[in-house]
Structure formats: structure tokens, C-alpha cells
């Protein structure tokens, strides 16, 4: 069972930035972040596959999201910049065994997620 607690998400206006962080019990081979808004689908923002480093990014959020990973410490982070109302959400990380290919296609599926975090931008 993997553990996943998130932290850093908040309030900010539009154009401001925040970064979200999920400290992981262990990793699994896809780490990743995804959101849901009330009335939305579920979306994929970002994933990392741990062994290499490759990433993917939903076209909604690229150049202005960055997830990386701190491997030593099972951390994952979201780092967002340029925020936009768009973003509100209830943002999620997530683990899950995905091959490469399969996870840098940023999936919405993942056999374990943490609590959530609350993020909400105003314009």
C-alpha cells in the first residue's frame, strides 16, 4: 500500500505561482498529477516516469507546469506557474506500475492517490 500526502496548495490571483508537493511512501514506476473540478472530468495534468526522468504534460499546462521528482526522498512536485481560474481544482497525486510510453501520456488512472489538495485561482 502506498502512501501519498500532498501539500502546498492555496489561493493565489491569476498569474501567480505555487508548488504543490507529495511525499511518497515509495514510488511506484509512474508518479504523476491529476485534478477534478466540481462538474468536470477528472484531467491529467502531469506525470514523470522515476527511473528516467521523462515527463508528459497535458496541453492545458504545458510551459507553465513543471513536475519533477526528488528520487532519495520519494518526493514529487508541481511546480505551477502563470496560474489562470482554469486551474481551480482539487489537484491529486498519484502512483501507479505504468511503462514508460503509458505514463508520459499523462493517465487519469492510478491504483493509488493521496487526499488532494485544494487549489483555486481568482481572476
Known amino acids: 500500500q502506498v502512501q501519498l500526502v500532498e501539500s502546498g496548495g492555496g489561493s493565489v490571483q491569476a498569474g501567480g505561482s505555487l508548488r504543490l508537493s507529495c511525499a511518497a511512501s515509495e514510488s511506484r514506476s509512474c508518479m504523476g498529477w491529476y485534478r477534478q473540478a466540481p462538474g468536470k472530468e477528472r484531467e491529467g495534468v502531469a506525470a514523470?516516469?522515476?527511473?528516467?526522468?521523462?515527463?508528459g504534460y497535458a496541453d492545458s499546462v504545458k510551459g507553465r507546469f513543471t513536475i519533477s521528482i526528488d528520487n532519495s526522498r520519494n518526493t514529487v512536485y508541481l511546480q505551477m506557474v502563470s496560474l489562470k481560474p482554469d486551474d481551480t481544482a482539487m489537484y491529486y497525486c498519484?502512483?501507479?506500475?505504468?511503462?514508460?510510453?503509458?505514463?508520459?501520456?499523462?493517465?487519469?488512472?492510478?491504483?493509488?492517490r493521496g487526499q488532494g489538495t485544494q487549489v483555486t485561482v481568482s481572476s
Open positions: 498519484a502512483a501507479h506500475h505504468y511503462v514508460r510510453s503509458a505514463c508520459i501520456s499523462v493517465p487519469t488512472t492510478f491504483t493509488y
Open positions: 514523470i516516469y522515476t527511473s528516467s526522468g521523462n515527463t
